[in-house]
Structures are given as C-alpha cells and as structure tokens.
Nanobody
Framework: VQLQASGGGLVQAGGSLRLSCAPSGRTGIYDMGWFRQAPGKEHEFVAAIKSSGVSTYYADFVKGRFTISRDNAKNTVYLQMNSLKPEDTAVYYC?????????????WGQGTLVTVSS
C-alpha cells in the first residue's frame, strides 16, 4: 500500500484544513491513522479509525478539534482539523495501524505540510 497525504497548507491560528489520504492499494480492511512530525521531533500519533469506520481514537491534544473519518467506497481517509494552533505545525502522514489504537505499521509514505501562523 502506497500512502499519500494531501490537503496541507498555510493557515492562520483558529483556521481549518481538511487532509486526505488516498492510498494506492485497498485500505478498507485496515485500521488507519494520522500521525505528524514537527521539525526535530519524532512521529506523533494524532488520530485513528477502525476499518469499519465505527470506532475512532484521538490524542488528547486534538480532542474536540480534529475529526478522523473514512469513505471506504472512495478508499480515502480524512482528517478535518479545526481551531488550529501554531503548535499543530508539522508534516502530517497517514498510516496503517499495526496495533490499535496508536501503533503505526512504520511505513510513512508522502506527508503533507501544515503550517499554522499565529
């Protein structure tokens, strides 16, 4: 499965962005997640969604602000990000979840840069 995230950009604090992940292979059978990596830091878990889309899980620092969703018919996973903060600035990656809820398979693919200005 090739993973490619898109939808990043520059936004002011308090703004919103919607990220998409369109893998080249079928992902409907996988639990999927979003992670991010700020400059000089390790990958950090953001949110995950079960293959069915029924269950989700979030890092504490995004609860109430970010929403993960998926459309298996379109083979796409989304991350709606609202009330963005400068500390949300990072490269965002989608990933297959190896162990629920926050352990990624380890393959990151192409991320998308989110920059939040104050």
């Amino acid at each position: 499965v090739q993973l490619q995230a898109s939808g990043g950009g520059l936004v002011q604090a308090g703004g919103s962005l919607r990220l998409s992940c369109a893998p080249s292979g079928r992902t409907g059978i996988y639990d999927m997640g979003w992670f991010r990596q700020a400059p000089g830091k390790e990958h950090e878990f953001v949110a995950a969604i079960k293959s069915s889309g029924v269950s989700t899980y979030y890092a504490d620092f995004v609860k109430g602000r970010f929403t993960i969703s998926r459309d298996n018919a379109k083979n796409t996973v989304y991350l709606q990000m609202n009330s963005l903060k400068p500390e949300d600035t990072a490269v965002y990656y989608c990933a297959v979840i190896r162990r629920w809820p926050d352990q990624a398979l380890g393959y990151w693919g192409q991320g998308t840069l989110v920059t939040v200005s104050s």
